[in-house]
Structures are given as C-alpha cells and as structure tokens.
Antibody
Framework: EVHLVESGGALVQPGESLRLSCAAS????????MNWVRQTPGRGLEWVAN????????FYGDSVKGRVTISRDNGKNSLYLHMKALTVHDTGVYYC?????????????????WGQGTLVTVSS | DIQMTQSPSDLSASIGDRVTMNCQTS??????LNWYQQKPGKAPRVLIY???TLQSGVPSRFSGGGSGTDFTLTISNLQPEDVASYFC?????????FGGGTKVDIK
C-alpha cells in the first residue's frame, strides 16, 4: 500500500524559511514523478511543484517560482520542499502527492496518491 | 500558463438529482483533464482522468465528458456521500493547474 507522510509544517513569521519532507513507502519511489500541492484558504487547491524520477526535470508554479526548491533523495525514498521568504499567502496545508499514468507512455497523468498533509502557517 | 475556470462555485441539489459542473481551460489540453473529489479535512482523490476514464473503485454514477476547452463532471444520482468539493486539473503542460473548485451540498 502506498504511504506518503509529510512533516515539517510549522508556525513561522513572514520572511522566514521552512523545509517540508515527505517519506514515501509501499512503491518503487524512483520510478514516479512526485508533486507538492497546497490547499490555501484563498486559492483552493494549488499545484506547487513537481519533479521527475531522476530529479533532473523540475517545474514550479508561478506563485512560488524563485522562492521554493523541490528535491528528492531516491536512496531515502524522500521528497522535500524548501521554501524561503514566506508570506501570509503561503499559509495552507501542503500535500505530497504521487503522479501516475495510464500506460507506459504516460499518455494520461494524474495524481493517484496523497499524503495527509502538513500545515504551514505564516503569521507575525 | 493554462488557466482553469470552474462553474458554478457552489451547487445545491436533492438526493437522487443529476448534477453537472463545468471546467473551462484557457487553451486546448489535449484531453489531459482530470477530476478530483475532496471531502472536508481529507486529501483529494481522483475520480476521472483523461476526460472520461473512471478511476478504479469510483461509483459509476460519476462521469466525465467534453472536449477542446470545455469539460463536465456529472453525478447522475446524487448521494449524501457525494457532499464534497470537486476540482479539475490539467496535466497537458506545467504548471499542472487546478480549477477553483465546485462545492456540492444537499438541498
């Protein structure tokens, strides 16, 4: 069974940094794209970033580009999100999520597994 | 970037009703369009991918359709357990954006 367990969420002040972690188990981690998706009060579900199995292909959402870094350690079956210069708009629940595809060519990609989420609160 | 617009933002219907919600994309997404259900306090779960393919284990009262830039999610026989928010997502090109969601409740 796929398990994704996030950690690292905290109450921080504006301008501070934070690193989120996601421990994955129950599947071959280094064969899947992985994502960070957040749920914020103002913006609903927001895709933050994703990373390919090798870690060499990375994409970011516009609202976080330049302030966050997604990375993975396939030896530790772990996904990370380093965030800096946090603002109140970054407040929300951050989910680690796995992307799968309907076939080996990846014709249709979708998120099939989610963690329980970790809460990030940015407030002075 | 591809913009996703969902409507309505809120939908209230009776048990047994057929309900339809919409998702419009700012450009063609080549059928790379998914639907997710999210219940309060829970992570989302995928219902439909590739516009119309039902994920394993999802009740057949859920169906997806559409093409080009206009897509729909239909619940054919609304049940109490369908009270949730529904989100569309495109995976045609990054950022793999979500729509703003449609919140469904029982009248």
């Amino acid at each position: 069974e796929v398990h994704l367990v996030e950690s690292g969420g905290a109450l921080v002040q504006p301008g501070e940094s934070l690193r989120l972690s996601c421990a994955a188990s129950g599947f071959v981690f280094d064969t899947f794209w992985m994502n960070w998706v957040r749920q914020t009060p103002g913006r609903g579900l927001e895709w933050v970033a994703n990373i390919n199995p090798s870690g060499r292909e990375i994409f970011y959402g516009d609202s976080v580009k330049g302030r966050v870094t997604i990375s993975r350690d396939n030896g530790k079956n772990s996904l990370y999100l380093h965030m800096k210069a946090l603002t109140v708009h970054d407040t929300g629940v951050y989910y680690c999520a796995r992307t799968t595809a309907d076939n080996i060519w990846g014709t249709y990609r979708y998120v099939d597994s989610w963690g329980q989420g970790t809460l990030v609160t940015v407030s002075s | 970037d591809i913009q996703m617009t969902q409507s309505p933002s809120d939908l209230s219907a009776s048990i047994g009703d057929r309900v339809t919600m919409n998702c419009q994309t700012s450009q063609s997404v080549d059928e790379k369009l998914n639907w997710y259900q999210q219940k309060p306090g829970k992570a989302p779960r995928v219902l439909i991918y590739g516009v119309s393919t039902l994920q394993s284990g999802v009740p057949s009262r859920f169906s997806g359709g559409g093409s080009g830039t206009d897509f729909t999610l239909t619940i054919s026989n609304l049940q109490p357990e369908d009270v949730a928010s529904y989100f569309c997502q495109q995976t045609y090109s990054p950022p793999e954006s979500f729509g703003g969601g449609t919140k469904v409740d029982i009248k």
